[in-house]
């Protein structure tokens, strides 16, 4: 595993703060001014950054009203903070010398425990906790006793399920990337190549542009469809959760 890990261009684990929370921090930072940058100067007719943050707030809201309803709106300030964030996250590994928070099980853990959290405080604030405890009982009283715990069981694996998820995928792909580097730099193909040898000049030096080519033609592409598809699922998922513990109150 070190022997694939590249140190990041910017470190502050002298000092104590691990990477993953620095480039969180980074993070946090960009959406903060990408936020002040639309916001700065707002037009009847918006241009440029107001423009490209009014077009994702539209995404968001489209969303939430197909799986929430119009009142899932309401939710946009988590949902879009959370999708944002870990997009932001996902992209940002995809760039040498940088980290990416969500290839880290605690940040991805941290996202799933506020959704967790906040979608059960919805469903107690609207239905009562007696009323949002049925909800764990089943439609069959008489098997209350059984789908209880399976239920408590269901939810605790969201948690799991919304983290791991997000988590595998980011840190699988950054050690792919890894391991094509290892394989190509000048301790691996390229190195061989300029070795002086025959079998690397004929061997290595071809094989290594194929890996670039591999992996610029395909892999990177590859991976920043997916950091889209696991930010997507993630506050898809958020939105199924807040609406299934909403679904009664907002019926009545």
């Known amino acids: 595993m070190d022997a694939i890990e590249h140190p990041p261009i910017v470190s502050l684990a002298h000092w104590g703060i691990p990477d993953t929370v620095f480039y969180a921090w980074v993070v946090m930072g960009i959406l903060i001014v990408v936020s002040f940058a639309a916001n700065r100067h707002l037009e009847l007719v918006p241009r440029g950054a107001q423009n490209f943050m009014e077009m994702i707030l539209e995404q968001f809201l489209s969303l939430l009203d197909d799986v929430i309803g119009h009142d899932g709106r309401r939710y946009l300030p988590l949902i879009a903070t959370l999708g944002l964030f870990i997009l932001t996250s996902n992209l940002m590994g995809l760039i040498p010398g940088l980290v990416a928070p969500t290839a880290n099980m605690y ?16 469903g107690v604030r609207k239905q009562g906790l007696g009323g949002y405890l049925k909800h764990f009982c089943g439609p069959v009283p008489a098997l209350a006793w059984l789908m209880f715990p399976i239920e408590i069981v269901s939810h605790l694996a969201r948690v799991l399920s919304l983290s791991l998820r997000l988590f595998g995928n980011m840190f699988a792909g ?79």
């Open 107 to 122: 940040t991805t853990l941290a996202c799933a425990l506020i959704v967790f959290l906040y979608y059960h405080y919805l």
């Open 174 to 252: 950054h050690i792919l990337l890894g391991i094509i580097f290892l394989l190509t730099a000048f301790d691996g193909l390229f190195g061989w190549a300029l070795s002086g040898k025959i079998g690397g000049l004929l061997i290595g030096g071809p094989a290594g542009l194929l890996m670039i080519a591999f992996t610029v033609g395909f892999l990177l592409p590859l991976k920043i469809l997916v950091a889209f598809l696991q930010a997507f699922i993630f506050v898809m998922l958020s939105m199924l959760y807040i609406a299934g513990a909403t679904e009664d109150a907002e019926h009545h």
